[in-house]
């Protein structure tokens, strides 16, 4: 199949999207960010995406894009592929730095502008809730009315977000649907998407054709990177499920209970590639990629994507 369009959550085209069109911008921060009508942007400049170091050795997992608007607040925008705590200190730090960058040397504590941090999660962080938008701010510990102004977090947990979840904000909706709906696989665009004028352009800019060969070398590049960091990540964590049984299994059980487990293991690491098989697929990537990240058989993938 021929690829009409690319994922706009990867780090190729988020930038393409976001990092040069203000009118799209604040279109997705005045949608997304818990802004009241007297809040809404109105006006944005874009700041050097320097100001906030990558994280280590998820260089390849992180878009930053970073901008202030006419009343001098500062919104930093990041798209991740993969929760970690190592991220959520990283957001804390970049908006930190953005905060207490603002203030020059005589000037009032009391000019500091708020600092907003908007957090696009491909990946599910909160099981325990089926919420998706997650919003914090400096708050009473026994009364959230007294509020620390100057620190704004919104992290968006993409994988739970449907279309019926939120009914009343349109613009919401439309964007996440944006984020969430057009991946490699998609041939046709649904008209409300079109019909937006900022969304219309950003779905114009995902175009393959728009793309050179060695834009599109990069944005494969990408997904493969994605795929190997999501593979070693469930490696990780069956290894230690695995230890940790085997430890548990020294201090005394029985040899029916071992295979019993071992049994167990074989099936959940199945089970937990099935899922991964799911997911890399359903962010567009190839069955034979799916299959090579996974070990799982070619024949169970292709299964996987007529389901």
Not at 126 to 154: M, Q
Not at 167 to 188: G, H, Q, Y
Not at 293 to 303: D, G, S, V
Request: proline residues 4%; hydrophobic residues 35%; contains cysteine.
């Amino acid at each position: 199949m021929v690829m009409k369009y690319l994922d706009p959550k990867a780090d190729l085209t988020f930038k393409k999207i976001f990092g040069n069109h203000p009118k799209r911008l604040i279109s997705l921060l005045n949608a997304l960010l818990p802004l009241s009508e007297e809040e809404q942007i109105q006006e944005i400049k874009y700041l050097p995406t320097e100001l906030v170091p990558q994280l280590e050795g998820g260089k390849n997992t992180i878009v930053d894009v970073l901008c202030t608007d006419v009343r001098g607040r500062k919104f930093c925008v990041e798209m991740q592929m993969e929760w970690s705590d190592a991220f959520q200190q990283r957001v804390l730090f970049n908006a930190s730095k953005l905060y207490v960058s603002q203030a020059k040397k005589g000037g009032k504590y009391s000019e500091l502008q708020p600092v907003y941090s908007l957090n696009l999660i491909n990946d599910i962080f909160a099981h325990d809730t089926p919420d998706f938008i997650h919003n914090y701010r400096i708050v009473h510990d026994k009364d959230s009315n007294k509020i620390i102004e100057g620190l704004h977090f919104t992290f968006i947990e993409l994988p739970k977000f449907t279309p019926h979840s939120i009914a009343d904000k349109r613009m919401m909706v439309l964007w996440l649907r944006f984020l969430t709906e057009i991946n490699s696989n998609t041939k046709d665009i649904p008209a409300d998407l079109l019909n937006d004028p900022e969304i219309g352009k950003a779905v114009e800019d995902l175009e393959v054709s728009g793309f050179t060969d060695a834009e599109l070398r990069a944005y494969d590049k990408f997904w493969d990177s994605v795929s190997v960091e999501r593979t070693l990540l469930d490696d990780r964590y069956q290894k230690g499920m695995e230890e940790g049984m085997e430890k548990g299994m020294e201090k005394g059980m029985e040899k029916g209970m071992e295979k019993g487990m071992e049994k167990g293991r074989a099936e959940g690491k199945h089970e937990a590639n099935t899922e991964t098989a799911q997911r890399l697929l359903a962010m567009g990537l190839s069955a034979e990629q799916v299959a090579k990240a996974t070990q799982l058989p070619l024949e169970i993938i292709k299964n996987l994507s007529n389901t």
